[in-house]
């Protein structure tokens, strides 16, 4: 079985500009999630999709991030303008329903100088 | 809000000893507890899920107890290895919203 998978795997932006990561969920996952991991911190939710539906955003800084999931299969999220604080790893991760064991992507590591 | 406490913040034991990670959490209502186990510059690896209804899980050396009322989770891993050396989050699901809270987690280093 295919694990999610996340792209880019590094990113290094200065800040006000844009970035945008990829995810693609485990085949069959109908919840999927982004999350915000800082050094040293546990992951921080940033949104979670149920098939193409939100279900949780309430963590999400919505004057700057935005994310979709179209057909409730592949994801995207995006920052703009980022900010230097907005540094951190982004994780995706998905199970096949709310309350079931999550499995997450290898994250992408995002700079912003 | 769940708040999800999970101390010390790093610790190092010598191999073949047994290691027991403490997770503490504030809302005694939950729907399940996970344990994940992160290696460093990769994404969490889920080790073992307990349910609200259910005491324990186990699974080869590793198990995970989970007691509500007094909001506390432990994981034991016994005999431990080089290999065990990794970053443990303890993640608590609960509330209207099912989020997942997470802990900052615990650093485990097994010295050879």
């Known amino acids: 079985e295919a694990g999610v998978a996340q792209s880019p795997r590094y990113k290094i932006i200065e800040k006000r500009q844009s970035v945008a990561f990829w995810c693609n969920p485990i085949s069959g996952h109908a919840t999927l999630y982004w999350y915000q991991q800082i050094l040293g911190q546990g992951p921080k939710l940033l949104i979670q999709?149920?098939?193409?539906?939100?279900?949780?955003d309430s963590q999400l800084p919505k004057d700057r991030f935005s994310a979709e999931r179209l057909k409730g299969v592949d994801s995207t999220l995006k920052i703009q303008p980022a900010k230097l604080e907005d540094s951190a790893v982004y994780l995706c991760?998905?199970?096949?329903?709310?309350?079931?064991?999550?499995?997450f992507g290898s994250g992408t590591q995002l700079s912003v100088l | 809000k769940q708040e999800v406490t999970q101390i010390p913040a790093a610790l190092s034991v010598p191999e073949g000893e047994n290691l027991v990670l403490n997770c503490s959490f504030t809302?005694?209502?939950?729907?399940?507890l996970q344990w994940f186990r992160q290696d460093p510059g990769k994404g969490l690896t889920s080790l073992l899920l307990i349910q609200s209804s259910q005491r324990e899980q186990t699974s080869g050396r590793l198990n995970a107890s989970l007691d509500k009322s007094s909001g506390r989770s432990t994981l034991y891993i016994a005999a431990s290895q080089p290999g065990d050396s990794a970053t443990y989050l303890c993640a608590v699901r609960s509330g209207g919203n099912n989020r997942l809270a997470f802990g900052k987690g615990n650093q485990v280093v097994v010295i050879p």
């Open positions: 991760a998905s199970s096949r329903g709310v309350q079931e064991k999550l499995f």
């Open positions: 999709f149920q098939n193409n539906g939100v279900v949780d």
């Open positions: 809302d005694s209502a939950i729907y399940n």
